[in-house]
C-alpha cells in the first residue's frame, strides 16, 4: 500500500472554471477527510465522510464546494466557479474506525490549486 | 472557541542543539493531541500523537512531547536537532469524546530553520 494519494498534485485554472480533485485513501480506511490550508496557515478541516456517507461538512465549504464518495473508496472534491481566494493546498487524509478504535489520521501530499 | 496556539512562528537552531517546540490548546473537552511535519510542498506526516496514558509520548525521527493538562501544553521536544529537522511542524487537537481523529484543528504552525 502506497498511502493516500491525490491527483493532480498541481492544477492551474482561470478564474469561473470548474475543477476536480480525485483522492484515493489507504484502502482498508473507512474515513476520509478533506483540509485546506493557505500559505502560512495550518490546514483547515473542510468535510468527512465515513464510507460513502458524509457526516459533517465545516462552514468553511461553500456551496461553491462539493465533495462525494460515491462507493466508499476514493473521493472527489469539485469546486464551481472558483476564484482567486480558492488558491490553496486541498489536502486528504483518511484513518480507519473499527468499533470504538481510530486509528490516526493519514495525509497524502495535497492538490495546489492557483486560480489566475 | 476551540483553538491552537504555537506561539513561535519561526525558529533557527544549530545542528546538534537541543529543540522545544510550544503548543497551547483550548478545547472543552478531553482531547487526542498530535504533531504532524510537513516539508515544502508535501503533505502531513504523522511525528506522533497523544490519546491517552502515559503523558510523555515517543515518536519518530527522535521527537517526543508532553502532554501538560494543567497547562494546557503539548510541547515537541528533540535532544539533538539533525539539518534534515528543517521543515514545519503543526501541533492539532482533536476531541476524544467523538473518537474522531482525523477531524482535526491545527495551530498555524512552526518553520523550523536548522543552522550548520
Known amino acids: 500500500d502506497t498511502g493516500v494519494s491525490q491527483d493532480p498534485r498541481h492544477k492551474i485554472t482561470k478564474r469561473g472554471q470548474n475543477v476536480t480533485f480525485r483522492c484515493d485513501p489507504i484502502?482498508?480506511?473507512?474515513?476520509l477527510y478533506w483540509y485546506r490550508q493557505t500559505l502560512g496557515q495550518g490546514p483547515e478541516f473542510l468535510t468527512y465522510?465515513?464510507?460513502?456517507?458524509?457526516?459533517?461538512k465545516s462552514r468553511l465549504l461553500s456551496d461553491r464546494f462539493s465533495a462525494e464518495r460515491p462507493k466508499g473508496s476514493f473521493s472527489t472534491l469539485e469546486i464551481q466557479r472558483t476564484e482567486q481566494g480558492d488558491s490553496a493546498m486541498y489536502l486528504c487524509?483518511?484513518?480507519?474506525?473499527?468499533?470504538?478504535?481510530?486509528?490516526?489520521?493519514?495525509f497524502g501530499q495535497g492538490t495546489r490549486l492557483t486560480v489566475v | 472557541a476551540q483553538s491552537v496556539t504555537q506561539p513561535d512562528i519561526h525558529i533557527t537552531v544549530s545542528e546538534g542543539a537541543s529543540l522545544e517546540l510550544r503548543c497551547n490548546y483550548s478545547y472543552g473537552a478531553t482531547p487526542y493531541l498530535f504533531w504532524y511535519v510537513q516539508s515544502p510542498g508535501q503533505g502531513l506526516q504523522l511525528l506522533l500523537k497523544?490519546?491517552?496514558?502515559?503523558?510523555l509520548v515517543q515518536g519518530i525521527k527522535g521527537f517526543e512531547a508532553e502532554f501538560k493538562r494543567s497547562q494546557s501544553s503539548f510541547n515537541l521536544r528533540k535532544p539533538s536537532v539533525h539539518w534534515s529537522d528543517a521543515a514545519e511542524y503543526f501541533c492539532?487537537?482533536?476531541?476524544?469524546?467523538?473518537?474522531?481523529?482525523?477531524?482535526?484543528?491545527f495551530g498555524q504552525g512552526t518553520t523550523l530553520q536548522v543552522k550548520p
Open positions: 492539532a487537537v482533536g476531541a476524544a469524546r467523538s473518537g474522531n481523529t482525523g477531524k482535526l484543528i
Open positions: 487524509a483518511s484513518s480507519l474506525l473499527q468499533g470504538r478504535m481510530n486509528t490516526e489520521a493519514f
Open positions: 465522510f465515513q464510507n460513502e456517507a458524509q457526516l459533517e
Open positions: 497523544y490519546f491517552s496514558g502515559d503523558t
Open positions: 484502502s482498508e480506511h473507512n474515513r
